[in-house]
């Protein structure tokens, strides 16, 4: 099954975080039909999602989200395009990604 692992880093505190990974929530249910479920923790979030050919999790801190996402066998050929509209997505969300 094909993976995809995206880090951001981030200057937003977990509480800025919460509310950012709020909006992917949304994003994700209403445009992509994901079933998310959330998991606060003193430290760290996670959140599940699922939907017919992907799952996978968010995992939200005070200063990084680690997406990682398994595709289906029909959505791996797509690995490429979906990787690169999760980045957009995110730095729609989250500004560019800072130069290294």
Not at 80 to 85: A, R, V
């Amino acid at each position: 099954m094909p993976a995809l692992n995206i880090t951001r880093t981030h200057t937003l505190g977990l509480a800025g975080a919460r509310a950012v990974a709020e909006r992917w929530r949304e994003q994700a249910e209403q445009e992509w039909g994901m079933a998310c479920q959330s998991e606060p923790g003193e430290t760290e979030d996670r959140m599940h999602f699922a939907r017919s050919g992907v799952s996978g999790e968010l995992r939200v801190t005070d200063t990084r989200f680690d997406l990682q996402l398994k595709l289906g066998f029909l959505l791996g050929a797509y690995s490429g395009k979906i990787e690169e509209k999760i980045r957009a997505n995110l730095d729609a969300l989250l500004g560019p990604e800072p130069a290294a």
